[in-house]
Each structure stands twice: as C-alpha cells, then as structure tokens.
C-alpha cells in the first residue's frame, strides 16, 4: 500500500526539483550571457544564439520530468480500485 504514496509522492518530488533546476539553470545562464554581453558587446549575437540554444535543451529536461510524473500518474490506480486493494489488505468484505 505504501507502494502507492511513495509513486504519488515520487511525482512531486521530481516534478519540482526538475522545475527547481531548470529554473536555476536557466538564471544562472542567462546572468552569464548578460555578464558577457555587458564586457564585450560585439559578441551579444553569439552569446544569444548559445543562450537559447542552452535555455531549450535545459528546458526540455524539465519536460522530460513532467512526462514521466504523467506516465507514473498513470501507474496508480483509480480510487475505487485502490479503496478495493485497501479492502482486501485489511481483511474488511
């Protein structure tokens, strides 16, 4: 039974710290390019197409963790079947 709580709460833990990373990757990067724009201004296009470049594959894996919280979602059962496995576990008819 516990089986079912450590899925659901695997879900939130990896969705968040997965939007947690992203998050600071991408702050991160983007003071970086700011930071190298500001010291050499003729490079502000190179610095941009790497930043964008950068910012969409770390985005990407936070997309990559919300689909497997989906495709986990998907591993647990639907309440009346888990009130039924509930059920048969406590010896309840």
């Not at 089986?3 to 969705?15: E, K, P, S």
């Not at 702050?27 to 502000?44: F, I, K, Y």
Request: with cysteine; hydrophobic share 55%.
């Amino acid at each position: 039974m516990i089986y079912f709580g450590l899925i659901g709460l695997g879900i939130c833990v990896g969705i968040g710290l997965a939007a947690l990373g992203g998050g600071a990757g991408i702050g991160r990067a983007v003071s970086s390019a700011l930071e190298g724009t500001a010291r050499q201004p003729e490079a502000a296009g190179n610095l941009r197409t790497t930043l964008i470049i950068g910012a969409a594959l770390i985005e990407s894996l936070t997309i990559y963790a919300l689909v497997i919280g989906i495709l986990l979602m998907g591993k647990l059962p639907s309440p009346d079947k888990a009130m039924d496995i509930f059920a048969i576990i406590s010896g309840a008819k």
